[in-house]
Nanobody, 120 residues
Framework: QVQLVESGGGLVQPGGSLRLSCAAS????????MRWYRQAPGNQREWVAT???????NYADSVKGRFTISRDNAKNTVYLQMNSLEPVDTAIYYC??????????????WGQGTQVTVSS
């Protein structure tokens, strides 16, 4: 099982920026698809962004143009740069690493989450 540890959350004013980090354990990070999700109070967890092992990226429409996902394989870390933050972005943000059953990772892995609050 891959261990994931998120950091970088906090309180920011509308229009501000934050960068989230997610450090992964193990030696298969560079071939693992990584994703960010978020969950606001009373809502279901929703997908935010994906980065493949070849650094192809995809974004939810709600964050496209404002958020950027990236990875540093040398550091086993994935990032989420969040700009032009809005109150609706307030949520707990979770890092996810995709399963790779053929390499002994039968399930997705999740971090503990980091709180992002956008408020004046």
């Amino acid at each position: 099982q891959v261990q994931l540890v998120e950091s970088g959350g906090g309180l920011v004013q509308p229009g501000g920026s934050l960068r989230l980090s997610c450090a992964a354990s193990g030696n298969i990070f560079k071939i693992t698809t990584m994703r960010w999700y978020r969950q606001a109070p009373g809502n279901q967890r929703e997908w935010v962004a994906t980065i493949s092992s070849t650094s192809n990226t995809n974004y939810a429409d709600s964050v496209k143009g404002r958020f950027t996902i990236s990875r540093d394989n040398a550091k086993n870390t994935v990032y989420l740069q969040m700009n032009s933050l809005e109150p609706v972005d307030t949520a707990i943000y979770y890092c996810n690493s995709a399963k790779i059953p053929l390499l002994g990772v039968p399930n997705d892995s999740w971090g503990q989450g980091t709180q992002v609050t956008v408020s004046s």
